[in-house]
């Protein structure tokens, strides 16, 4: 990993990532209804340049993606990581043929720009005036962008000449990513995921009407709470190593209590980072769990921000 551009970064200095990811635009007299029969979020609530988090989960409530979704006038343009675009696009597109709804994948005419710093000093929501045809998304992290193919290169120099961001490579993603909480499909979260394990409780609507896989949902979040929860792990030495992705994790008294999912190590902090999924029992913060003969500690998520 490059560590000086690391520090920088972590140190107030903007960095850009450029990423795959999906854009699905939807649109039609009937969108808002069939979107909400669909999404965990009221998307009745959603203002005109105005976004939200949320997930589309199956009849069982599992995962089938996490989503932003901001509104465009009419237009709601939806993103999510490329390894839930063709599931999710094929999800929306059924409901096509059922009224007045449309879906346009948009994925191949942008490119994607995930920028760390300051939230003053990095989201612009008046992008388009620049570079027609962009848009942004806030982060809690920065911001995101989405510009068009043919303007890539124009916003890469600019970040790079203008605004003298720095240049985040795949390694140093990673760590920033498992640093700021934000889950991966594939590697901290997967299909059977249920929604309310990833603990983000901003993409979930329990007052709106009813939506696919609800009932699940809604049944566990009125019993009280989860059976596990992705939440934040430190290695207590600074010095050891050996945390795996998979890996069991255990009580004092040996009881299962979870299972690892992404690891790294935080120059930050100094420590050992991961995230994982801790159960109900174990999940205050600070709580002491083993892996093997380490010791881990359950910590709030994000770990840094």
């Known amino acids: 990993m490059d560590l000086a551009t690391y520090n920088e970064i972590r140190s107030g200095r903007a960095g850009f990532y450029i990423e795959k990811r999906a854009l699905i635009a939807v649109h039609g007299k009937e969108?808002?209804?069939?979107?909400?029969?669909?999404?965990t979020n009221d998307m009745k609530t959603l203002e005109?340049?105005?976004?939200?988090?949320?997930?589309?989960?199956?009849a069982q409530g599992r995962l089938l993606a996490v989503v932003r979704v901001q509104r465009q006038g009419e237009?709601?343009?939806i993103e999510t990581e490329d390894a839930t675009r063709e599931k999710l696009y094929q999800n929306l597109f059924r409901f096509t043929f059922a009224g007045d709804f449309f879906a346009e994948e948009l994925s191949d005419q942008f490119s994607y720009f995930e920028v760390f710093g300051p939230r003053e000093d990095v989201y612009h929501p008046e992008v388009a005036e620049m570079f027609p045809g962009a848009f942004a998304f806030e982060a809690t992290h920065g911001a995101s962008y989405f510009v068009p193919v043919d303007q890539t290169e124009t916003v890469r120099s600019v970040l790079i000449n203008e605004n003298d961001c720095a240049v985040i490579d795949d390694e140093l993603y990673e760590v920033l990513r498992i640093e700021s909480g934000i889950p991966k499909f594939g590697a901290d979260m997967d299909e059977t995921t249920i929604?309310?394990?990833l603990g983000l409780d901003d993409m979930i609507s329990y007052t709106k009407g009813c939506y696919i896989g609800q009932e699940i949902i809604a049944r566990i979040h009125f019993r009280g709470h989860v059976a596990k929860q992705l939440t934040g792990l430190v290695l207590s030495d600074p010095s050891a190593s050996g945390l795996i992705k998979g890996a069991e994790l255990l009580s004092a008294d040996g009881k299962n209590?979870?299972?690892?999912?992404?690891v790294t190590f935080s120059p930050k902090l100094n420590k050992t980072v991961a995230l994982g999924f801790v159960r109900y029992d174990f999940i205050k913060e600070g709580t002491e769990l083993f892996v093997g003969d380490l010791k881990v500690n359950v910590n709030a998520l994000p770990f840094l921000k």
């Open 31 to 39: 969108a808002v209804q069939f979107l909400d029969g669909l999404i």
């Open 48 to 58: 005109d340049g105005a976004q939200m988090r949320a997930a589309f989960p199956n």
């Open 75 to 77: 237009r709601f343009l």
């Open 195 to 197: 929604v309310p394990e």
């Open 257 to 262: 209590a979870g299972k690892i999912a992404s």
